[in-house]
T-cell receptor, first 120, second 114 residues
Framework: AQTVTQSQPEMSVQEAETVTLSCTYD???????LFWYKQPPSRQMILVIR??????QNATENRFSVNFQKAAKSFSLKISDSQLGDAAMYFC?????????????????FGKGTSLLVTP | NAGVTQTPKFQVLKTGQSMTLQCAQD?????MSWYRQDPGMGLRLIHY???????DQGEVPNGYNVSRSTTEDFPLRLLSAAPSQTSVYFC?????????????FGPGTRLLVL
């Protein structure tokens, strides 16, 4: 299984500031998908943003954007104009796109998460 | 359209007891899976299914059984609960065909084994 590493167990940001969460992954595949999920205290897993590896353009969703560096196998999440509601656990996840693999290709491989604290 | 539902929300078991965690979806997704979430470990895949009658093991399958008799339901069975199975369990579903890449998660079931 591919390894996803989030090297920052905890991060802190002030309201209205910008914060970047890091994610690196290990794969030999050329085509895959990367995701950032947000988990607030309610524990609901919420998809924040996704990136398709064959697309060079970085994905953006409102205040959330990614910096996808395929050669470096890096996929960082930038949160602009941070809000109190952004406080949560953030998980980076990898999914293969190789449909010729055994059945498990569709499974998500998660990092261990980064806890984001937003201070007023 | 309820999406992905999980029952119960919270359960306390004694060691050795059995129980079934329920997961249901109304989106006609082929793919359904179970994850467990433990502190500092992220989410780890237990079992998954790509359609009725087709299941396979994930990263941490020991102590759990699954079956998939319908598209809508994917129950997770603990035959003899152990304290090491204390965790939060998530069901996730996805539409494999048709280019839909997003997987949808249920609200989770918190399990405490004493």
């Amino acid at each position: 299984a591919q390894t996803v590493t989030q090297s920052q167990p905890e991060m802190s940001v002030q309201e209205a500031e910008t914060v970047t969460l890091s994610c690196t992954y290990d794969t030999s595949e050329s085509d895959y998908y990367l995701f950032w999920y947000k988990q607030p205290p309610s524990r609901q897993m919420i998809l924040v943003i996704r990136q398709e590896a064959y697309k060079q353009q970085n994905a953006t969703e409102n205040r959330f954007s990614v910096n996808f560096q395929k050669a470096a196998k890096s996929f960082s999440l930038k949160i602009s104009d941070s809000q109190l509601g952004d406080a949560a656990m953030y998980f980076c996840a990898y999914r293969s796109a190789d449909v010729t693999l055994p059945l498990g290709w569709y499974a998500l491989n998660f990092g261990k998460g980064t806890s984001l604290l937003v201070t007023p | 359209n309820a999406g992905v539902t999980q029952t119960p929300k919270f359960q306390v078991l004694k060691t050795g007891q059995s129980m079934t965690l329920q997961c249901a979806q109304d989106m006609n997704h082929e793919y359904m899976s179970w994850y467990r979430q433990d502190p500092g470990m992220g989410l780890r895949l237990i079992h998954y299914s790509v359609g009725a009658g087709i299941t396979d093991q994930g990263e941490v399958p020991n102590g759990y059984n699954v079956s998939r008799s319908t598209t809508e339901d994917f129950p997770l069975r603990l035959l003899s609960a152990a304290p090491s199975q204390t965790s939060v369990y998530f069901c996730a579903t996805g539409l494999v065909s048709g280019g839909e890449e997003t997987q949808y998660f249920g609200p989770g079931t918190r399990l405490l084994v004493l």
